[in-house]
């Protein structure tokens, strides 16, 4: 079973920007498509975008777009989420997901244990 482990998560002013990464195990991390959501406790967990196995095709939430930018490095099994501009509205759990075999716009089947990001006002 694939693991994904975030990093890069932490306190930061309005304004600002941090790099989140998500390092994924095993072969075939290549083949999958992969997102980032991110989740208010108590509240439904939201897309935030999402890339192709070969990173050719992206696709962000309207609340991100401009700001957001998500990338990938296939050799290093690695998902990275650049976030800008940062607004207190943006403070949330980050998660990295998965989707081994559903194919662009389907379902996740893999989930990181999440990284904290919070935007000082």
């Known amino acids: 079973q694939v693991q994904l482990v975030e990093s890069g998560g932490g306190l930061v002013q309005a304004g600002g920007s941090l790099r989140l990464s998500c390092a994924a195990s095993?072969?075939?991390?290549?083949?999958?498509?992969m997102a980032w959501f991110r989740q208010t406790p108590g509240k439904d967990r939201d897309f935030v975008a999402a890339i192709s196995w070969s990173g050719e095709s992206t696709d962000y939430a309207d609340s991100v777009k401009g700001r957001f930018t998500i990338s990938r490095d296939n050799a290093k099994n690695t998902v990275y989420l650049q976030v800008e501009s940062l607004k207190p509205e943006d403070t949330d759990v980050y998660y990295c997901a998965l989707n081994a075999a559903a194919g662009w716009g389907g379902e996740y089947d893999g989930w990181g244990q999440g990284a904290q990001v919070t935007v000082s006002s």
């Open positions: 095993g072969r075939t991390f290549s083949t999958y498509v």
